[in-house]
């Protein structure tokens, strides 16, 4: 069994094995994996970590399955980038960007969690795996689908960005575009996963899945030199990655890995999709759904599921939440690219105009570590950017063509 | 006051079945307590130790989350629709391996209704994943 002692419930502690259950018979609380922590003291040392591969699966024993990694051997230890011309523009003196743009295979974050959960659901004996999602997440399960040469179901809205859509279909998964937003997707994911018995990652498969966003955390800390930077700031859509992170910072100071963790975490959404933010903001433990609107489509869960546990998070590491506007947004993928030559998604917009936001107020101290986590590549939302950014200099193929052009732009740049 | 109560499939092993039930109260908290009354357990899968209406319960009158009326002092008149639906759809009572059959496995029950939310908000009696 390796190190997951079984499933648990979050909210009464029930224990359950670990197979594919997510609800708790109970009290109809969400599933959590429940480890060995003894024989992962044992297990997991810096040594041991350091010696691993260059990827997710040097933390293996923190992650929960029973064997080795059978999908995304590639998946992880992404580059936590120091930013130090964004860090001038913002004024700033120590921040971190954690690059997961270009994680493997599909250039988001969601790769961690999928590489997890479709090992998890092979060794469950299961041979269709599915998702409700906003993109990142069926390109990620039809990727790792197509590597594990099973069948996949990816169900998306109907109106996501085209990039997400050819960058599910490229896998040959079945794509099922849903007339309704995120939350009716969802909801009917459910109901499809109790009638087929197909492995949704993030519905009977979803305490599994969502272990793998720990690593995400795990490498902040390794990469930083073993230490917790004191403020990481994390888009959030069901809440899941925000509540990983931290309790990804826990065990490790739980195995002792690291010394403490002082970290404040803060949680990043946009203004047309900011139920946590809103609780957060309101002192209210009570997520009140909101209908999403905003181009930041990958955070558009307006009834997040771990909604709550984000929120607790946000309090109990004594951190914050903003919002973003879609102006905003834009505005910080564009500063981002333009400092420090990261493409990034719509969320990883979010989560800058976010930090910023923070700073500005003074919630963030302009002299502490800052980690902004950055999710996903822009090449998937190009959508947002499309009448943002400025044509090009259009000219005849001759160097006079060139010259009068480059003098016009001077002109133009002087006068901006 | 004689409301209606829909009871979930995961709790009618404790109404004898039973997917709707009529019970009278004045107010949501009286209602489980009148719930309690003629179906024992019942109050324990609603409420925790502290009497504390559970996080993943949804309590809907006429389709209202309490959450956003009163809470466990939202009132009740005659002839109220007062439904209970657990947040995180599907689940609850499978077995949790891998069906025999590829296809069409696992009853899943009778849905209950979809509840709306707020004036304007998403229907909030399904809490999904991401």
């Known amino acids: 069994m390796g190190t997951i002692k079984g499933l648990k419930c979050r909210e009464c502690g029930r224990p359950y094995p670990a197979k594919a259950l997510h609800v708790c018979e109970f009290c109809f609380g969400p599933l959590e994996v429940a480890y060995d922590y003894e024989a992962l003291r044992r297990l997991v040392s810096r040594r041991s970590v350091e010696a691993g591969p260059p990827s997710i699966w040097r933390y293996r024993p923190l992650l929960p399955i029973e064997g080795e990694a059978a999908v995304g051997r590639a998946c992880g ?72 040469g099973i069948k996949s179901f990816v169900f998306i809205p109907a109106d996501l960005e085209q990039g997400k859509v050819l960058g599910t279909s490229i896998y040959n998964p079945s794509v099922v575009a849903v007339e309704g937003n995120y939350d009716e997707v969802n909801r009917l994911c459910s109901e499809v996963a109790d009638k087929y018995g197909w492995a949704f990652v993030n519905i009977n498969i979803r305490p599994y899945y969502a272990e793998g966003s720990k690593t995400f955390g795990y490498e902040i800390a390794e990469q930083l030199g073993w230490r917790a930077p004191q403020h990481i700031v994390v888009p959030a859509a069901g809440g899941s990655l925000i509540t990983k992170i931290w309790k990804g910072l826990q065990e490790l100071r739980t195995l002792e890995l690291i010394a403490d963790v002082p970290t404040r975490m803060y949680v990043a959404q946009a203004e047309g999709c900011g139920p946590i933010v809103n609780s957060v903001k309101e002192g209210s433990e009570t997520i009140r759904p909101v209908r999403p609107r905003t181009i930041a489509k990958s955070l558009a869960i307006g009834n997040p599921a771990d909604g709550y546990y984000a929120y607790k998070v946000v309090k109990d590491s004594g951190g914050w939440g903003e919002h973003a506007s879609d102006a905003e947004i834009v505005e910080a993928m564009k500063l981002l690219a333009a400092t420090e030559g990261i493409y990034a998604e719509t969320a990883g917009g979010v989560t800058l105009a976010a930090a910023m936001r923070l700073i500005a107020q003074g919630r963030i101290p302009r002299d502490e570590s800052l980690v902004v986590c950055i999710t996903g590549h822009g090449l998937k939302t190009q959508e947002a950017v499309v009448d943002a950014l400025p044509a090009p200099l259009q000219i005849k193929p001759t160097l006079k063509s060139f010259d009068g052009a480059l003098a016009a732009a001077g002109v133009l740049a002087a006068a901006r | 006051m004689s409301v209606t109560v829909r009871i979930p499939t995961p709790l009618r092993g404790l109404t004898g079945g039973q997917g709707e039930v009529k019970a009278s109260a004045a107010s949501v908290a009286e209602l489980i307590e009148a719930l309690e009354g003629q179906y024992t357990g019942l109050r324990a899968r609603l409420c925790d130790d502290h009497g504390q209406l559970r996080r993943f319960i949804n309590i809907y009158v006429n389709e209202e989350d309490i959450r956003f009326l009163q809470g466990a002092q939202t009132p009740l008149k005659a002839g109220d629709q007062v439904s209970i639906v657990p947040a995180i759809a599907g689940g609850a009572g499978k077995g949790g391996g891998v069906p025999a059959s590829a296809g069409g496995a696992g009853a899943a029950g009778r849905l209950p209704a979809v509840a709306r939310g707020p004036a304007g908000g998403v229907a909030a009696g399904f809490r999904p994943g991401h």
């Open chain 1, 77 to 148: 230890f992404t580059p936590l980038i120091r930013a130090r011309n964004l860090a001038r523009a913002l004024g700033v003196r120590e921040l971190y960007l954690k690059n997961d743009t270009v994680n493997h295979p599909t250039l988001s974050f969601k790769d961690r969690v999928v590489a997890v959960a479709v090992t998890r659901a092979l060794e469950m004996g299961f041979q269709v795996v599915a998702c409700a999602s906003t993109g990142n997440l069926a390109n990620s399960v039809a990727a790792h689908a197509a590597e594990a």
